[in-house]
C-alpha cells in the first residue's frame, strides 16, 4: 500500500488484491487534482481582491457588516448597531484640504483660546439650552431641558449619530449645550471687562455681535414638517431640476417663494412685486405652508424651482434654511444683504458665488441685478454655476460630517474639565431614535443614516487666520459689495438724467 493509502488507512477498508489496490489509488488521485485546482482558483482570487483592489475587498467587508435601520423595532430593541471596521479596511485617499470656510472654525472659538472652556461656562450655557450632549467613549448621551420648534433638536442630535458613525471612535469625550431656537442670544457686550467668561452656546446661525457656536441645522437630515428631503437626497433632485432648463432658456426674471410673515423685511419684498405701475424684474410667491401639507406638497418641490435666471434669498426670522436649495439652482443668487450668517456662506464672496442686494432698497437693487445679468449674460451664468458648484462640492454631507468633527474636537480641545455623563441623562442609539419615528420623519432617518464609515480621512484644516489676513478677507467682501452698489446708482443716475 502507498504513502496516500496508508495516511487514509483508518478510513479505508484493508484491499486483497493488486487490482483493488491500483483502482483505488487512480480514484483518490483524480480527487486530489481536483481539489488542488480548486485550492489554487480559490487563493488566485482572494489574492486578487487582497492585493490587487484593496476597495474592492473594503466594498466586499462593508456589504457583510452594513447595518440596517431599524424597521423591525419589536425584534431589534437592545440589539447593536455598531459600525464594524475591518482590520483590513484601510483610507484609501490621501487627505484633502478643508474648504476655506472650516478656518472660522477658529474665529467661532476664539473667545475660549486664552482661558479653555470649564464645566461651569457650559452650565451657564443651559439658561436658554434645548439640551446638554455629552460623547464619552463613541457614544452620545442626552439630558433634555425643553422641547424645540418643531423636530430640530431631534434631527440635529440624529445627525450628530450619523456624525459618530460616519469617523468611529474618532471623536474625544465632550461636553455641550446646543439651543436649536434661531436668533443668537449670546451678546458679545456682555461679556466685555471684567465678566470676561461667556457660555459657549452651540446653535444653528450667529452675527457680528454675538459669540454663539455656528453648527450645521437640522435640515441636512430632512425637515420632515414641510417635506423637504436629507440634504444628499435634495441635492440629486436639484441637479436634475438643473438640467431641466439650461440657464440660457430660463425666465429672466428675479424668483422668490416663501412665507412672508415671518419678518417685515420679506414683507417688504412683496413690495418689488410685478404690478400694472412697475415692474422691478421679479416674479414673487407666496409660499403656504399649511395649504401645501394638506394637499400633499405636490406645489413645493425643490426641483422644480430651478426655471429662472435669478432666485432671491431673503433671511427670515434668523437665517434661513433655504439659502443651500436657493445657491444649488445654477441661478444668480440675489442676497439681500444679511444680519445673520450659517457655517459655510463666510466662505463665499459677492460677485463670484452670488450677487449682493441693498436691504434698505430691495426694488431698486433688484430691478438693476437683473438689467445687468441680462446684459452681462456670459458673467452672469458664471456666477451662478460658480456658487452652485460651492455648494454642491463643498458643502455636500462629506464637508458638512468634516466640519462638524473638526468644531466638535477643536471644542474639546478647550475644555478644562473631564466630562461626565450627568445621571439623568440617556444614551442615544439608532432604535431610541428611530423606533418611534413614524411616517415623513421616519422615512428621512432611514435616508439619511449612515451605513458604513467614511472610506476617506477628515479632511486636513487650514490654520487660523492672523489679523491682517482676516482684515483683507472682510475688506474684499465689503469692497466687492460696494463695487455692486456704485454700479447701481450710476445706472440710475443716468436713467434719471436722460431727456
Not at 430632512?222 to 438640467?243: F, Q, R, V
Amino acid at each position: 500500500m502507498n504513502i496516500f493509502m496508508h495516511q487514509r488507512g483508518r478510513r479505508v477498508t484493508k484491499m486483497n488484491t493488486n487490482d483493488e489496490q491500483n483502482k483505488m489509488v487512480s480514484f483518490h488521485g483524480k480527487n486530489i487534482v481536483k481539489a488542488t485546482v480548486f485550492i489554487v482558483i480559490s487563493l488566485f482570487i482572494l489574492g486578487y481582491f487582497h492585493f490587487n483592489d484593496s476597495a474592492d475587498f473594503k466594498q466586499i467587508t462593508k456589504i457583510k457588516d452594513e447595518p440596517k435601520f431599524p424597521y423591525q423595532c419589536d425584534e431589534v430593541q437592545n440589539k447593536s448597531h455598531q459600525v464594524h471596521v475591518s482590520q483590513n479596511l484601510a483610507y484609501r485617499s490621501k487627505q484633502s484640504t478643508c474648504p476655506s470656510y472650516f478656518r472660522w472654525i477658529h474665529e467661532d472659538l476664539r473667545p475660549w483660546k486664552e482661558t479653555g472652556i470649564t464645566k461651569d461656562m457650559v452650565d451657564k450655557a443651559g439658561r436658554t439650552a434645548h439640551f446638554r450632549l455629552v460623547i464619552h467613549d463613541g457614544k452620545a448621551y442626552v439630558k433634555k431641558y425643553r422641547k424645540s420648534i418643531q423636530t430640530r433638536a431631534d434631527f440635529t442630535l440624529w445627525g450628530i449619530l450619523q456624525l459618530l458613525r460616519w469617523y468611529p471612535g474618532r471623536l474625544p469625550d465632550l461636553e455641550l449645550m446646543f439651543d436649536a431656537d434661531d436668533r443668537p442670544v449670546v451678546r458679545s457686550d456682555d461679556f466685555r471687562g471684567q465678566n470676561m467668561d461667556p457660555p459657549p452656546l452651540f446653535r444653528y446661525c450667529s452675527d457680528d455681535a454675538s459669540l454663539d457656536i455656528v453648527f450645521p441645522d437640522w435640515s441636512f437630515w430632512g425637515w420632515a414638517e414641510i417635506n423637504i428631503k436629507p440634504w444628499g437626497k435634495s441635492l440629486e433632485a436639484i441637479k436634475k431640476g438643473n438640467n431641466m432648463t439650461q440657464w440660457k432658456d430660463r425666465v429672466a426674471y428675479a424668483y422668490w417663494k416663501g412665507n412672508p410673515n415671518v419678518d417685515p423685511a420679506r414683507k417688504d419684498l412683496l413690495k418689488c412685486n410685478v404690478s400694472e405701475h412697475e415692474d422691478w424684474n421679479t416674479r414673487l410667491y407666496i409660499q403656504d405652508w399649511d395649504k401645501e401639507s394638506t394637499e400633499g406638497f405636490k406645489n413645493s418641490n425643490l426641483e422644480n424651482q430651478c426655471t429662472h435666471r435669478y432666485k432671491i434669498y431673503i433671511e427670515g426670522w434668523a437665517w434661513s434654511v433655504s439659502e443651500k436649495y436657493i445657491m444649488a439652482c445654477d441661478s444668480v443668487t440675489l442676497y439681500v444683504k444679511p444680519r445673520f450668517y450659517d457655517f459655510y456662506i463666510r466662505g463665499m464672496m459677492p460677485l463670484q458665488h452670488y450677487w449682493p442686494i441693498r436691504d434698505d432698497s430691495k426694488c431698486t437693487s433688484l430691478k438693476f441685478a437683473v438689467h445687468w445679468g441680462n446684459t452681462h449674460v456670459e458673467k452672469a451664468r458664471e456666477i451662478g454655476e460658480v456658487g452652485s458648484r460651492f455648494i454642491r462640492e463643498e458643502v455636500n454631507m462629506k464637508y458638512v460630517y468634516d466640519y462638524m468633527f473638526h468644531l466638535l474636537n477643536e471644542y474639546a480641545n478647550l475644555l478644562k474639565f473631564k466630562p461626565e455623563i450627568p445621571s439623568d441623562a440617556e444614551e442615544i442609539t439608532l432604535d431610541s431614535m428611530g423606533c418611534p419615528a413614524t411616517e415623513r420623519w421616519r422615512e428621512f432617518m432611514a435616508e439619511s443614516m449612515v451605513m458604513s464609515p467614511s472610506e476617506e480621512l477628515p479632511c486636513e484644516m487650514l490654520p487660523p487666520y492672523d489679523r491682517l489676513a482676516l482684515k483683507e478677507v472682510l475688506e474684499r467682501k465689503a469692497n466687492l459689495t460696494r463695487q455692486v452698489e456704485l454700479w447701481e446708482d450710476k445706472y440710475f443716475q443716468n436713467l434719471t438724467n436722460k431727456p
